[in-house]
């Protein structure tokens, strides 16, 4: 495992991460986040008990892991202000960001950097994670053992061999939380139209949601089998899945799945500068 890991940024994502390495037993101690606010830091460092610098260089010259946890946005400018630290420490860069490229990113860091890129999604922070990884070819086996160890330690890992899928990965579980707290949102708006109280109707989605991935991660039976358990003949679900499909629930996921992937494709080329 790495002696120390820093993260550069402490926003939703980096917390997230952070919040669910600590309770997997992870010491607080081994961890430095950083922020140029130190305003911003003070809640992370009182709750977490983890090491906080407003100095990116700083906290990168006592990493052997360092985790780019920063707006896609903002990469470029962070990445070139901590070049000279990363190029002494050298430690194992893990970027979280969207769309950057790993080659991309590497070049903003001065070159010649064991790279990996990570897509997680925000229920690391309750362990129940999933990120996909990606290393470049500077990655040693043990360098790639700790970035799955680290991310393991929040939720499930896929490495994948080619950076493209990173963009399907982002669609499938980095944003994808998002598409599950909409549905939540959209039952108990439908539940509370048919006469239950706000509260009641989101905590039998939640519930259910929670229930139906349950079983569908310990059943050997596939969801198309599962859903058709649920489906009694004539009876009432079959008039809802029926809806559904008729409303063409999945072409509208992946559409919306495309065009998550489309714009992961269109930062990475407006934010590397490639035409
Ligand atoms: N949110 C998500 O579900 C996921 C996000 N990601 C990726 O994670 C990354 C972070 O996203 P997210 O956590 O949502 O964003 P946030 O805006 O919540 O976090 C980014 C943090 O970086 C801080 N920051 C700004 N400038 C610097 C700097 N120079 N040095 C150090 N820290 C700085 C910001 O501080 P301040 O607010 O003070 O500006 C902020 O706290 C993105 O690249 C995103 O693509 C990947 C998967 C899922
Ligand atoms: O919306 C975003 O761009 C980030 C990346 C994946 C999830 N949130």
Request: hydrophobic share 35%; aromatic share 0%; no cysteine.
């Given at each position: 495992m790495a002696n120390h890991i820093t993260f550069i940024g402490a926003g939703n994502m980096a917390s997230a991460i952070i919040g669910g390495l600590i309770d997997s037993g992870f010491?607080?101690?081994?961890?430095t986040a950083t922020s140029p606010d130190d305003a911003m830091l003070a809640p992370v460092r009182e709750r977490l008990g983890i090491h906080t610098d407003t100095d990116n260089n700083a906290a990168v010259s006592q990493a052997d892991v360092v985790v780019l946890a920063v707006k896609p946005q903002i990469m470029r400018q962070v990445c070139e202000a901590m070049r000279d630290s990363v190029q002494r420490q050298k430690p194992l860069i893990i970027s979280i960001?969207?769309?950057?490229?790993?080659?991309?990113?590497d070049g903003w860091l001065g070159g010649g950097n064991a790279l990996v890129r990570c897509m997680p999604n925000t229920p690391s922070l309750v362990g129940y994670g999933a990120s996909g990884l990606f290393a470049n070819t500077r990655v040693s086996t043990e360098q790639r053992d700790i970035a799955t160890e680290l991310m393991e330690a929040v939720g499930i890992v896929e490495w994948v061999d080619d950076e493209a899928l990173l963009d399907a990965v982002t669609a499938v579980s980095g944003s994808a939380p998002a598409y599950f707290f909409l549905m939540f949102e959209a039952m108990e708006e439908a539940g509370v139209k048919m006469g239950l109280p706000a509260a009641t109707a989101r905590r039998l989605a939640i519930q259910t949601a929670l229930g139906a991935a349950t079983m569908a991660k310990q059943s050997d039976k596939d969801?198309?089998?599962?859903?058709q358990n649920v489906m009694s003949p004539g009876?009432?679900?079959e008039q809802a899945i029926a809806h559904l499909e008729d409303a063409n629930l999945r072409g509208t996921m992946e559409a919306a799945m495309q065009a998550c992937a489309k714009r992961a494709q269109e930062m990475a080329k407006e934010l590397s500068g490639t035409p």
């Open positions: 010491s607080p101690s081994s961890i960001a969207a769309g950057l490229d790993a080659d991309t990113i969801p198309a089998t599962l859903k009876g009432t679900t």
